[in-house]
Antibody
Framework: EVQLVESGGGLVKPGGSLRLSCAASGFTFTNAWMTWVRQAPGKGLEWVGRIKSKTDGGTADYAAPVKGRITISRDDSKSTLDLQMNSLRTEDTAIYYC????????????WGQGTLVTVSS | QSVLTQPPSASGTPGQRVTISCSGSSSNIESNAVSWYQQLPGTAPKLLIYNNNQRPSGVPDRFSGSKSGASASLAISGLQSEDEADYYCAAWDDSLNGLFGTGTKVTVL
């Protein structure tokens, strides 16, 4: 079964850090460009950042609101995708989804169930 | 930052055709593939259309996509009650940034 499962969400204070993980199964993770998307409560979808496959360079691109505060990494040996978030702000409160490239040619065919990050004092 | 603009809402009665627009620019929709997503309440988004007008297997042919210049559209024909959801367009922007549309809530009257 093709699946993405996020973990690591929770409550964190402003200025704190959090690391989210996404475990992939059922497809060739090594070849996939992976993306994090978030959705603040009652709001729309927001592209956070993506990482290319190693064969395509393995580089990451980030959205302006989070650039410099987040790092996306991947471990192809474990089929996992990580999102390290630092200097968290209240406006980072959202459900975070991992997905295959939702803005690429083939779209985001696989999505996780999401993990909730709440930034509050 | 670039934005993909959608109408906040759209509605129709069962069986009607509803169209949702997505307006962008030369750096995103005009030069890159457009995808469309359906999000039911409390669930993750689901891919409806990729590469402007292609449907993944399993997506009913009631859903169709098109693109012209810097705008794209999603049409739902034969509207059904289970189509009541939020819909988002998405595209890559050449400024090295992914974009989602502002979202459209479809109501079946």
């Amino acid at each position: 079964e093709v699946q993405l499962v996020e973990s690591g969400g929770g409550l964190v204070k402003p200025g704190g850090s959090l690391r989210l993980s996404c475990a992939a199964s059922g497809f060739t993770f090594t070849n996939a460009w992976m993306t994090w998307v978030r959705q603040a409560p009652g709001k729309g979808l927001e592209w956070v950042g993506r990482i290319k496959s190693k064969t395509d360079g393995g580089t990451a691109d980030y959205a302006a609101p989070v650039k410099g505060r987040i790092t996306i990494s991947r471990d192809d040996s474990k089929s996992t995708l990580d999102l390290q978030m630092n200097s968290l702000r209240t406006e980072d409160t959202a459900i975070y989804y991992c997905t295959t490239d939702p803005v690429g040619y083939y779209g985001g065919t696989v999505w996780g169930q999401g993990t909730l990050v709440t930034v509050s004092s | 930052q670039s934005v993909l603009t959608q109408p906040p809402s759209a509605s129709g009665t069962p069986g009607q055709r509803v169209t949702i627009s997505c307006s962008g620019s030369s750096s995103n929709i005009e030069s890159n593939a457009v995808s469309w997503y359906q999000q039911l309440p409390g669930t993750a988004p689901k891919l409806l259309i990729y590469n402007n007008n292609q449907r993944p297997s399993g997506v009913p042919d009631r859903f169709s996509g098109s693109k012209s210049g810097a705008s794209a559209s999603l049409a739902i024909s034969g509207l059904q009650s289970e189509d009541e959801a939020d819909y988002y367009c998405a595209a890559w922007d050449d400024s090295l940034n992914g974009l989602f549309g502002t979202g459209t809530k479809v109501t079946v009257l």
